[in-house]
Structure formats: C-alpha cells, structure tokens
C-alpha cells in the first residue's frame, strides 16, 4: 500500500487570452469613439427658456455687472469684497435663513464675481442660490 500523499495538481490561469480579447477590445473603442475638442465649442450663456418666472416672497436679488460691481435688491454695494456683499445681503434677507438668494450675473462677469456672491451668502447661512437667465426670445432680439 502506497500511503504518500499525492501532489495536487495547482489550478493554472492562463492570462494570454484574457489580455488578447481586452487589446482587441480596446482597438475596437479606440477606432470606433470620435473626440471633440473644446475650442471647437460655441458656447452662449445664460439663456434658458423657461414657462414662467417664479415670485419668491422671500427673496434677494444680487445683481453682478460684468466690471466686477453688485448691487442688492437695487442698491449699489459699496466694496466688491465678500464681507460688504454678505452685509448687504444680510440686512435684504427679511426672512433670515429662508430666503431665497437669486443670482443675476451678466454674461460676461467673470466666474469670480459669481463665486464671491455665494461665498458672502454662504457666510451669513443663506443656502437656497438660484441663478437668473433670459429667454433665448429675449437674447435674440438683443
């Protein structure tokens, strides 16, 4: 009798196919996606059609003008830094932390100016932020 255990045999995977079909694949996509690329793109914003413009009763109109300067429910603000807009913006909010911060920035106003709005509002806990736009009817015919 033969009491030596016997070597199990180790099961093998074979890796070659498997990268074949992915490098097949990957030729396939490669081949088969078309790229845009981004200076190609024609981009016009903001303009968005919408039904009806909503009325919020608790509202604070920002305006950003395309130099830099803003203006809160109609009144000019005097410094262009976060801390005169979050002051401005604080005494407009009638409704404290419910109100609704209504962005009107220019097309041309730069990212910046948009940003130091929802900072001033984020610092003073205004979180509903909503973006004001025209109608693509009203940004045709000017």
Known sequence: MNFRPRAKDEPEINLIPFID???VVL???MLTTTYSKFTEMQLKLPV???DAQRDYPREV???????????VNRQAVSGRGPEALAESMAEAAKA???SVVIISADATATHQSVITVMEAA?????S????ATQSSAQAGSK
Do not use: E, H, W
Not at 61 to 71: K, P, T, W
Not at 128 to 131: A, L, R
């Open 61 to 71: 109109l920002v305006a950003v003008s395309s130099d830099g300067r803003y203006m």
């Open 27 to 29: 030729i396939f996509l």
């Open 96 to 98: 404290g932390k419910d």
């Open 21 to 23: 079909v992915l490098l």
């Open 122 to 126: 984020r610092r003073i806990g205004l």
């Open 48 to 50: 968005a059609d919408v």
């Open 128 to 131: 509903q932020i909503t973006f």
